[in-house]
């Protein structure tokens, strides 16, 4: 029996020694020192021993069971020790390699523009307003006192929504003026930016959707002065503090008296060129003094509350800065494109 407790002794400390995992250990252990183990069924054989033997052997198994376990504890820390530098090897981080770049994309060229352009006129006291791209005729046109017959009412040059031409596609954001000043009342300052649309066929300046910005002041005193100072100051503040201006009489149904709004052109300082189409001078907006019949039919009486107002096209505004010669380039959102602002 002593053989057999030595025998067993050894096949389990060389077994424990050689054990990789935590899991092979614990068989090891049910095999030697479980309850079918083959140390307790050596135990088992103890009746039959005589009285003096029985308190060696008892000893020795004890020892045996004593070793076995300790062998098992050392053998434990040896593999969790083992797995723990094999897992810290195999999750390293090497903090020199270059890290994974992720593609950011960023505000596109027209929408700095206008992000710009709105600054400003807040800086002046400007509020900003929203308003619908499906419009009543009655708005885009009608109390924009536009007449029956006015060309742009036509169904070839305006997206008609209804057969009876009464609701529309915007074709201006100028129907913001009268709803700013039905909602808001006077005074007011506000300027409105958004989408319109035309029958235009598609080229290098045209597109049958592009984007305005309105302006409205509507105060007592407000003069013709006002609309000039207010939009020298805008454009250089956009084009720089040099930036010559010249404003040219013009007509449009809403204001009394109109007028465009030209900048000297950047490219060749007003000598006349291929961007200025040898003018010397780049049309920008159209403005003037809110005609008395508009602020009538918004319930302001113009003698005592006259205004001004203005709208200009974003895209234009955007190319000119750019310097980008093609508004297509602003719609296509090829990103080899958009990447260069
Ligand atoms: N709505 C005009 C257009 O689309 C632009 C414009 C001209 C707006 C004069 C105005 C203005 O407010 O006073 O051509």
Same mark, same amino acid.
């Given at each position: 029996m002593k053989e057999q407790l030595e025998a067993i002794r050894k096949g389990a400390l060389e077994a424990i020694g050689g054990a990789q995992d935590t899991a092979g250990l614990e068989s090891l252990r049910v095999k030697y020192l479980g309850k079918k183990g083959e140390l307790t069924a050596v135990l088992k054989?103890?009746?039959? #021993?005589s009285a003096e033997l029985r308190p060696v052997i008892g000893q020795l198994a004890n020892e045996v069971r004593a070793s076995v376990e300790k062998a098992i504890e050392a053998q434990s820390a040896v593999v969790s020790e083992r797995a723990l530098r094999a897992r810290l090897e195999a999750e390293a981080v090497d903090v020199t390699i270059p890290g994974k770049k992720f593609p950011l994309g960023h505000k596109h060229p027209m929408y700095a523009v206008l992000d710009d352009m709105k600054e400003i006129f807040i800086g002046m006291g400007f509020e900003i307003f929203d308003g619908p791209e499906v419009e009543q005729a009655e708005y885009n046109f009608t109390k924009l006192n536009a007449? $029956?017959?006015?060309? =742009? &009412?036509d169904w070839t040059d305006t997206f008609y929504l209804t057969e009876d031409s009464s609701? #529309? #596609? &915007? =074709?201006?954001? =100028?129907?913001m003026q009268i709803r700013a000043m039905e909602t808001h009342g006077v005074p007011i300052r506000m300027i409105s930016a958004g989408r319109v649309y035309r029958k235009d066929e598609v080229d290098a300046t045209h597109s049958p959707m592009f984007h305005q910005i309105e302006g409205l002041v509507v105060d007592k005193g407000i003069t013709m002065a006002d609309l000039k100072g207010t939009l020298n100051t805008i454009i250089r503040e956009i084009y720089g503090p040099n930036t010559q201006t010249r404003f040219r009489p013009h007509h449009f149904?809403?204001? $009394?008296?109109s007028c465009e709004m030209d900048i000297q052109c950047h490219k060749c300082g007003g000598k006349g060129c291929p961007t200025c189409k040898g003018e010397g001078w780049i049309e920008i907006l159209g403005a003037g003094m809110v005609h008395p019949k508009v602020l009538r039919n918004c319930g302001i009486d113009p003698e005592e509350y006259p205004g001004f107002a203005f709208g200009m096209g974003l895209e234009r505004l955007a190319l000119g800065q750019f310097k980008i010669s093609d508004m297509r380039l602003i719609f296509e959102n090829d990103v080899r494109f958009l990447e260069q602002f």
């Open positions: 054989q103890m009746g039959g #021993l007449p $029956e017959d006015h060309p =742009s &009412r609701i #529309l #596609l &915007r =074709s201006q954001t =100028s129907p149904p809403f204001t $009394e008296p």
